[in-house]
């Protein structure tokens, strides 16, 4: 049985950083792309950024891009997702996903699993 399970997040001032943690059970963690995804409160769920099995590429929202950093540590079957300058615009439920096969995009069409999420609000 796969389980994702996230953690590190929490309420932050604008401008502030959270680093949020995914770890994976139940699959081989490095035979599949990561993805993390939110979904703000009253909207529907939307791509954040990916990461490719070894590292070796990573794509993000433009709404992100320059300010959250997608990494992995496949040893430690996990993900993170290193988030600065944060925004108020930023707040949602952020989930990890894995990837259904050896390569993933933005879609969520792309992922077979998905963590329960966790809560990320931003004050200004």
């Known amino acids: 049985q796969v389980q994702l399970v996230e953690s590190g997040g929490g309420l932050v001032q604008a401008g502030g950083s959270l680093k949020l943690s995914c770890t994976a059970s139940g699959r081989t963690f490095s035979n599949f792309p990561m993805g993390w995804f939110r979904q703000p409160p009253g909207k529907e769920r939307e791509f954040v950024a990916v990461?490719?099995?070894?590292?070796?590429?990573?794509t993000y929202a433009d709404s992100v891009k320059g300010r959250f950093t997608i990494s992995r540590d496949n040893a430690k079957n996990t993900v993170y997702l290193q988030m600065n300058s944060l925004k108020p615009e930023d707040t949602a439920i952020y989930s990890c996903a894995m990837g259904l096969r050896s390569w993933a995009t933005s879609t969520d069409h792309d992922y077979a699993y998905w963590g329960q999420g966790t809560q990320v609000t931003v004050s200004s």
């Open positions: 990461i490719s099995r070894f590292s070796s590429s990573t």
